[in-house]
């Protein structure tokens, strides 16, 4: 749908961590007008709504994604349903009325549990100042027989992962840099380079306001189930280890990763990623 620019300009203003929704629910408030054409009368609309029944609109978590499943090229993974899952997952787990039962005042949104989903490391859904941040990734590993030396995988690799063998001329990774990012296997000519395992990045405790934290990634790439039973178990301890309806990174700055040390974060369980 088209935007007036004054009314662009006023959306922009919205913080980013709502910024989609109120961006649907405007598109939403034009359509139901009958205009294909969002103007500054339907922003005003949606905001005085928004202040009416600012409780209602607080549903107690939020699922985010970035612009990956829209066609962006540099995505890792096609669509699995993560996001979906994630919803059902909070959906079930009765958030809101969990931090209502929590949080003395109205609920606002600042307070809903986020979950942000990035399809690649660039990490456009800022998952690293989210509650739970999910990061897609593809290691790669080199076929070294099929390659020829060309050098488009050390070109393409923003973080210098890749250099040729000054011996042999072939590819050698380091993994201490790669981002698992998947763009040296799609330039790869002669098939040298493949994903050897593909899955998820989990970050667990990011957060903003008064005292900002980056969240803390757990060692590891997950498959899909892994990531939901991981959030499974970060939902059950936040809501036992929360007094006051604050944020997952406060919990966890209190008590530790050590509820996640079983077979979930297991390397032999890790091992079971599934290979490509
Ligand atoms: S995080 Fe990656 S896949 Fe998602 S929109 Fe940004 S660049 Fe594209
Ligand atoms: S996956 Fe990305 S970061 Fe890793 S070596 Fe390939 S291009 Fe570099
Ligand atoms: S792009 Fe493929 S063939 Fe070329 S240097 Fe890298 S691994 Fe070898």
């Known amino acids: 749908m088209k935007w007036n620019e004054d009314a662009e300009t006023a959306i922009a203003k919205v913080p980013f961590f709502v910024r989609r929704r109120v961006r649907k629910r405007v598109e939403e408030e034009a359509a139901r007008r009958g205009s294909d054409r969002v103007t500054m009368d339907h922003v005003t609309a949606c905001k005085r709504k928004y202040l009416e029944n600012m409780d209602e609109e607080v549903k107690g978590f939020q699922v985010e994604s970035c612009f990956g499943p829209s066609g ?4 890792v993974l096609q669509e699995d ?38 399809d690649c490391p660039n990490a456009c859904s800022r998952p690293q100042i989210a509650d739970l941040g999910i990061i897609a990734a593809a290691r790669p590993s080199i076929v070294s027989f099929h390659c020829t030396g060309c050098a488009a995988c050390v070109a393409v690799c923003k973080e210098r992962a890749i250099e ?15 981002l698992s990012c998947g763009q040296c296997v799609k330039v790869c000519p002669a098939g040298a380079l493949e994903t050897d395992v593909k899955g998820y990045r989990i970050l667990l405790g990011g957060k903003l306001g008064r005292h900002p934290q980056l969240a803390q990634e757990i060692e590891g790439i997950w498959s899909k189930e892994q990531v939901v039973r991981v959030v499974k178990k970060c939902i059950e301890h936040y809501k036992t280890h929360n007094s006051e309806g604050e944020r997952f990174g406060e919990v966890l700055n ?14 032999e369980e890790q091992a079971k990623v599934k290979k490509i």
Not at 72 to 75: T, V
Not at 255 to 266: C, I, V
């Open 72 to 75: 962006c090229p540099n995505r």
């Open 81 to 118: 349903g993560l996001g979906n899952e994630l919803e059902k997952l909070f959906s079930d787990e009765k958030m809101r009325d969990f931090l209502k039962s929590k949080v003395s005042g109205p609920l606002k949104l600042h307070h809903e549990f986020r979950a942000c989903l990035s």
């Open 164 to 178: 040729l063998d000054s011996l042999t001329g072939e590819a050698r990774i380091d993994f201490d840099k790669c």
């Open 254 to 267: 209190a008590t530790g990763l050590d509820f996640l040390s079983d077979r979930d974060s297991d390397p």
